[in-house]
C-alpha cells in the first residue's frame, strides 16, 4: 500500500483511490451500497466497473471531507460601531478590563498580543508601547495617550504579574462579556453586543484610513504583510463616510518657517495662490 496524505500533489491521488477500491472489493455489502445494485447483479459486474464506482464514490467523499465543498470561500465584513459606543464600553468596565479595551482601542493590537504584553514593553517616560505580534505579522510600537498611561500606571501599582492582564485571554473575555451585557441592557442599546474584541481594531483600522487616506500607513500600523489584508478598510470607510461632507481648516504660509509649523501641525499641502502656498487639515 502506498503512504500518501492529504498534503501530498493531487497526482498521486488516482493511485491511491485505485489501490483503496482494490481492497474494498473484497468487502461485499460495502460495493453492493455503491454501485447500487443487487447482490446477484453484483457478481456479475466486471471488476474494473466495480473498481471505478468505487473510486468515484471516495472522490466524492474526499472532496468533502479532505479537499472540501466545491464553492467558493465568502467573507463577511464586520459591524464597525460608533466611537461613543466604544467610549460607554471602556467607561462601564472595571478598571483591568477598561485599560484592556482602551489599549486596543489607540492601538488597534490583537487582543492575543495586548495579553501577552509583559510590563517591560511599556516605556512610562516616553509614553510608548512594544507589541510583539501574533499570525506572523510585523512588531510595532505606539505612542500612547496620557489616559491610557494613567491607567496603566494605576493597574502597576496593584500588580506583582509579569504582564500585564491575566494570564489565560478566556478569563478576560468571560469577564467583559459579562459587563457587556450588563451595560447593554443599562443603556437600552442592543449594538453593544456586537463589539467584541477584534471589532476595536477594526474601527481604529476604518479612522486611520478615513483620517489619512493612506492604506499604506494603515497596513504598516496594523502590522499586515499583505496589503490585501487591509484593503477592506477602504471600502467600510466609503461606505461610514459616503454622504459626509468633508471639513477642512485651510492656513496659507508665505515663508519656510510658516510652512515647516504648518506640515508639523498635520497640515498638507494643496496649491499656490498669489505667492501664498495653501495647506489644509482635515478636522
Not at 491521488?13 to 453492493?32: A, M, T
Not at 463616510?241 to 499641502?269: D, P
Request: aromatic fraction near 8%; glycine fraction near 4%.
Amino acid at each position: 500500500m502506498v503512504s500518501v496524505d492529504a498534503s501530498d500533489p493531487p497526482v498521486f491521488w488516482p493511485l491511491l483511490l485505485h489501490e483503496i477500491s482494490h481492497c474494498w472489493l473484497g468487502s461485499r455489502n460495502y460495493v453492493e451500497v455503491v454501485c447500487g445494485a443487487h447482490p446477484d447483479e453484483v457478481s456479475r459486474m466486471d471488476r474494473r466497473v466495480i473498481e471505478s464506482r468505487i473510486e468515484e464514490a471516495l472522490c466524492d467523499i474526499l472532496a468533502t471531507r479532505i479537499i472540501g465543498p466545491a464553492y467558493p470561500f465568502s467573507s463577511k465584513l464586520p459591524f464597525i460601531p460608533v466611537e461613543a459606543e466604544l467610549d460607554s464600553l471602556i467607561a462601564g468596565c472595571g478598571p483591568k478590563t477598561s485599560t484592556f479595551l482602551q489599549l486596543l482601542k489607540e492601538t488597534a493590537v490583537r487582543a492575543g498580543e495586548a495579553n501577552q504584553l509583559p510590563w517591560t514593553d511599556i516605556d512610562f517616560e516616553s509614553a510608548t508601547i512594544r507589541v510583539t505580534p501574533e499570525k506572523r505579522s510585523e512588531p510595532r510600537i505606539f505612542k500612547i495617550s496620557n489616559k491610557l498611561l494613567g491607567m496603566l500606571s494605576a493597574l502597576r501599582l496593584r500588580s506583582q504579574r509579569k504582564n500585564v492582564f491575566a494570564k489565560d485571554l478566556r478569563t478576560i473575555r468571560k469577564v467583559y462579556e459579562k459587563q457587556r451585557a450588563n451595560i447593554a441592557r443599562k443603556l437600552q442599546n442592543p449594538r453593544l453586543l456586537q463589539i467584541h474584541f477584534h471589532i476595536f481594531r477594526h474601527w481604529k483600522a476604518t479612522m486611520l484610513y478615513h483620517q489619512t487616506k493612506d492604506i499604506l500607513y494603515v497596513m504598516k500600523f496594523l502590522g499586515h504583510k499583505n496589503i490585501k489584508n487591509t484593503l477592506l478598510y477602504i471600502q467600510l470607510e466609503e461606505a461610514m463616510f459616503k454622504n459626509e461632507c468633508e471639513e477642512y481648516i485651510c492656513k496659507a504660509a508665505k515663508t519656510v518657517e510658516e510652512a515647516k509649523a504648518l506640515i508639523e501641525n498635520g497640515f498638507e499641502y494643496v496649491c499656490d495662490v498669489d505667492g501664498a502656498k495653501l495647506f489644509r487639515r482635515r478636522i
